[in-house]
Every structure is written in C-alpha cells, then in structure tokens.
C-alpha cells in the first residue's frame, strides 16, 4: 500500500509508547529515503516494500531489534511520541554542520540512532522497559559523537 495518506491514518491510530507491545508494518515507500530498510513512526514501522517487510518479520531480525530500540527510547521520552520526534529533529538539526565531514552525519550522529546501531545486534538489550543511553550521547557535541560513530563503526 503506497497511500501517502496512509500515514495519517497512523499518527491518529497510534497508541502511547508503553501500550505498544507490537509494531505493525506498513509498506509505503512514498516516506522512505532511497537506503533506508525502514523507520518507526508512531508505533509502526514502515518499509518500502514487501522484501524489507519480510526480513523484518524474520526471528531474531536486526531491523526489527533496532527499531524496537526506537519504541523503548520513546517510552524513555516521558513516553510520549511527539517529545522522541521533537528531540529527534532537535538532534538531527544541530548535526547538519557535520554532513560536510562525514556523509547522512545529521542521522548517523543523532543520538537515538547511535544507541539504536551500538545495540542492534543485542537482542537482550530490547527486552528492558526503556533505552535511555541516548541521554550520555545528547551530552556529547557533534564532534565528540562523529569520534564515537567511528568507534562504533570498527565494531560493527
């Protein structure tokens, strides 16, 4: 279903943080940038196609855990959706600078996707109530969180 409208229909539907035990998944490709496997907006998450959708169903899926992470730091957020997309946008916005130093920096350095990606792979990690290492990240500079992607990075 590539409805963009669809979208709303979500937003309206969407339940607190803490009610969702489940995330739905939703196909629309119309609100996904090109090299993105999925996002989670207000409690379901959606991909661009039916491929995605089934590697995210799949047991022990990262995807699934990752955005699962999403959904345990909203709840950390005064469990409210609209606080995460606030901070969200508010973290994303002052990393911008350094998408001249590294590329998609203004994602890849916000700190809900630094905690989502150091712990993806973890699938202890979203079996807790909230994930709230975002905050230590928040602390951080753009700077000193490019130096910490980078350690990530080698990880991963």
Do not use: C
């Amino acid at each position: 279903m590539d409805n963009p409208l669809k979208i709303f229909s979500v937003i309206w539907r969407s339940r607190r943080p803490r009610r969702v035990s489940d995330m739905a998944v939703l196909r629309n490709s119309f609100w996904l940038r090109k090299g993105y496997a999925g996002l989670t907006f207000f409690g379901t998450v959606i991909v661009p196609d039916d491929e995605e959708r089934k590697r995210y169903e799949q047991k022990g899926s990262v995807m699934k855990n990752h955005e699962k992470i999403h959904l345990l730091q909203a709840r950390s957020t005064r469990n409210s959706w609209l606080l995460f997309y606030l901070l969200y946008g508010w973290y994303y916005v002052r990393a911008l600078p350094q998408n001249r130093r590294m590329k998609n920096a203004a994602y890849r350095l916000n700190p809900f996707e630094l905690e989502a990606y150091r712990h993806e792979r973890d699938l202890d990690y979203t079996r807790q109530d909230e994930a709230t290492e975002w905050r230590r990240y928040a602390h951080m500079s753009p700077k000193e969180r490019r130096e910490q992607f980078g350690t990530l990075n080698s990880v991963n």
